[in-house]
């Protein structure tokens, strides 16, 4: 990705940035001298922090809180000290594997807090900043698994269904208020997020996956274009046009396919 700089000494706010996608987000920010506010609710942020900083970031502050709930987000919030961001990239996310009736209901319902709750949350706080700013990218990491019923990923894709909804609609909603909103929708990206989320006995927790850097360069690239939505790589965006046709019945069980405990590739 060519570096410009034009975004020098903009303000960034990153979710879920230790790891995965969104520290690849943040480190796209840093390279281009951005001021990063990053976070997550563990102790790598601390770790991703100090990578950022030498790719060239204005400033780096990483915060430990935990995005699921309204507290942890004003943690957050609060670490902008007043400061509106130019760029709001919400990635942070979990996901769980198994069948919906064996999984721990604490874990089901951390991912939904997690990917609905706390996302919505910090976007309808530091929206409103953004709106009477007049300016700002909002970036949400959605999901092509938002297109599909996810047998033995139930949660997490209904929880995925919902952000790709939810940003269309906002979108819409404040196409004149100066802000975009853009969709990241990527397919399996090479993470830690199948270990994480219990599914490294599946199909899909053990196949070939994209980059992660890859996926966030252009998801990155997206939002700068002001472009509504981003699905990665071109077997995704046939599945996502399969997805269209295709009953979701049949949908369902193609994915307890790739999704069931036991039906990894070895």
């Known amino acids: 990705m060519a570096q410009s700089?034009?975004?020098r000494g903009k303000f960034s706010i990153v979710t879920g940035a230790s790891t995965g996608i969104g520290l690849e987000l943040a480190k796209c920010c840093a390279r281009e001298g951005m001021h990063l506010l990053i976070a997550a609710d563990e102790a790598e942020i601390q770790e991703a922090a100090e990578q950022l900083r030498a790719l060239g970031a204005a400033s780096v502050e990483a915060i430990e809180t935990d995005l699921s709930d309204e507290e942890g987000v004003d943690k957050l919030i609060d670490a902008a000290r007043g400061r509106v961001p130019e760029h709001l990239i919400a990635n942070a996310g979990r996901g769980l594997g198994k069948a919906f009736l064996d999984q721990d209901w604490e874990k089901a319902r951390h991912v939904v807090d997690t990917n609905i709750v706390g996302t919505i949350y910090l976007i309808h706080e530091l929206g409103r900043q953004m709106r009477d700013a007049g300016q700002g990218r909002i970036l949400i990491t959605g999901s092509i698994a938002g297109f599909m019923p996810g047998s033995y990923q139930a949660v997490y894709n209904g929880s995925k269904a919902f952000l790709d909804s939810f940003s269309y609609a906002l979108r819409e909603e404040i196409k004149d208020s100066g802000i975009t909103v853009t969709c990241l929708m990527p397919g399996p990206t090479e993470t830690e997020f199948f270990e994480r989320g219990e599914l490294m006995d599946t199909k899909i927790g053990t196949e070939e996956k994209m980059d992660a850097a890859e996926v966030a360069k252009?998801?990155?690239?997206?939002?700068?274009?002001?472009?509504?939505?981003?699905?990665?790589?071109?077997?995704?965006?046939?599945?996502?046009?399969?997805?269209?046709?295709?009953?979701?019945?049949?949908?369902?069980?193609?994915?307890?396919?790739?999704?069931a405990p036991g039906t990894a590739e070895h």
């Open 5 to 7: 700089t034009a975004h």
């Open 218 to 259: 252009q998801g990155y690239e997206a939002m700068m274009d002001g472009a509504g939505q981003v699905i990665t790589g071109w077997k995704n965006k046939m599945q996502v046009a399969m997805a269209h046709v295709v009953p979701a019945q049949q949908l369902a069980k193609q994915h307890a396919k790739e999704a």
